[in-house]
């Protein structure tokens, strides 16, 4: 599991570092499809986000790109080591996941990040996730 965990991160900032060049502008003659995977390449997800704000939340196609991208902004935010905004990080990526779950309740890899994060949680002293994430967490079936 620790090993899973090891590699997603040295993934995720392998696939940060290499696509943390300028914002690029997004072609609007590209589908919806390859729009939100350019703006996750260059890890702009609110962009994304709010591109898939505007479509219908119901459209099965939409419904996977958010998913999608909510999956890809949770592994981007666990891929920091920055010790000053860990913490705010592993909030946003706790989060990301839930909203993965809302929309895809069996979505494994968004199940199983939250276990990591909240394993890591569990071995630092007086440390936990913000009351708000929790909450978002029971939503979803945790209960911590």
């Keep these: 599991m620790l090993k899973k965990l090891i590699t997603l991160l040295l993934l995720a900032t392998l696939l940060s570092c290499s696509s943390e060049e300028e914002n690029i502008e997004i072609d609007p003659d590209l589908t919806l499809s390859e729009q939100v995977d350019q703006l996750i390449d260059q890890n702009r997800y609110e962009d994304a986000l709010s591109l898939l704000r505007q479509e219908d939340p119901q459209n099965p196609d939409t419904r996977f790109l958010l998913e999608k991208t909510h999956l ?4 981007h935010s666990m891929s920091t080591f920055d010790q000053t905004e860990m913490r705010t990080r592993m ?7 839930v909203e993965v779950l809302k929309l895809n309740p069996d979505n494994q890899m968004a199940r199983d990040q939250i276990i990591q994060i909240m394993d890591i ?18 939503e979803v079936g945790f209960d911590y």
């Design 72 to 75: 890809n902004y949770g592994l």
């Design 91 to 97: 909030n946003n990526a706790l989060l990301q996941f």
């Design 121 to 138: 949680y569990s071995t630092i002293p007086n440390r936990e996730p913000e009351p708000e994430v929790l909450e978002a967490l029971r």
